[in-house]
């Protein structure tokens, strides 16, 4: 398991699933906090699967406003307004 690694390392990025995200900030193994660029790609897998209040809660995990890019296929899930709230203010959309 490589969560203690990354407490005591401040890694340049991280891919991620959102659980396993989750459960990392959970165990404390890793700190978001600081984080200023938040991608998130497959918006619509994320919206069908429910994934939305995890994502929701990574970004109230992580302080001040971050920029963030979503990559989607298009905006059957979610209009740009329930996008911006979720993540916390602007974004930038990128289709695929």
């Known amino acids: 398991m490589a969560a203690p690694c990354l ?3 401040e890694p340049e990025f991280l891919v991620a699933t959102p659980e396993r995200l989750l459960e990392l900030i959970s165990l404390n193994a890793i700190d978001i906090s600081g984080v200023s660029l938040l991608v ?10 429910g994934y939305l209040d995890m994502i929701k809660s990574i970004r109230q995990s992580i302080s001040g406003n971050p920029r963030a890019v979503v990559f989607s296929e298009g905006s059957s899930c979610t209009s ?8 916390g203010g602007s974004y930038c959309r990128l289709p695929l």
Do not use: A, I, P
């Open 7 to 9: 407490k005591s390392c």
């Open 40 to 49: 998130v790609d497959g918006l619509e897998t994320l919206c069908n699967g």
């Open 80 to 87: 740009v307004s329930s996008v911006e709230d979720l993540l």
